[in-house]
């Protein structure tokens, strides 16, 4: 079943990164050193996999800050574009599928070395820890969307 690996990758990677919203007034904006201290906690990993995995916490860092600042621009762009009374919306939205077919690409292939290193780096014990961390990230974000489910229902049905 070809959804399973993408699916446990994206899991540990939720996984790894939820750690540090664990105390968000401590965690708000975690370092990959942060982050690789508590993953290694965790996971009880190696110094050897903490030099693996420190890496791949930097590059996904990394993709965060561009697709951040990239949507920023995007949307300071559009908002020039729309206020013209000539805007071109179809340009616009020509430039924001290409943004987000080549972020969608980038998260992609970090997502398969997330897999590479869950697959060929974690022992068995630590994916199934790994495994462990992702349900518990799996929950919080259900919890999450319930309450804004709920906030969202009560805001429809407010006067």
Do not use: C
Not at 24 to 41: C, H, I, M, Q, Y
Request: charged share 30%.
């Amino acid at each position: 079943m070809k959804l399973k690996p993408f699916v446990l990758v994206a899991l540990l990677a939720l996984a790894v990164t939820g750690f540090a919203q664990a105390d968000s007034d401590r965690f708000a904006n975690p370092t990959t050193e942060r982050l690789l201290s508590l993953t290694s906690e965790h996971l009880a990993l190696t110094t050897a996999q903490q030099d693996r995995l420190r890496p791949l916490l930097q590059r996904a860092a990394a993709l965060r800050s561009e697709i951040r600042n990239r949507n920023e621009a995007l949307r300071a762009a559009s908002r020039h574009e729309l206020a013209r009374s000539d805007a071109d919306l179809r340009a616009l939205s020509r430039e924001r599928q290409a943004q987000v077919a080549e972020e969608l690409k980038a998260v992609d292939d970090l997502r398969q070395q997330f897999l590479a290193f869950y697959q060929n780096v974690l022992n068995p014990d630590q994916q199934a820890r790994a495994r462990q961390l992702m349900v518990k990230r799996l929950e919080r974000i259900d919890r999450l969307r319930q309450r804004m489910m709920a906030f969202s229902d009560a805001a429809a049905s407010s006067p």
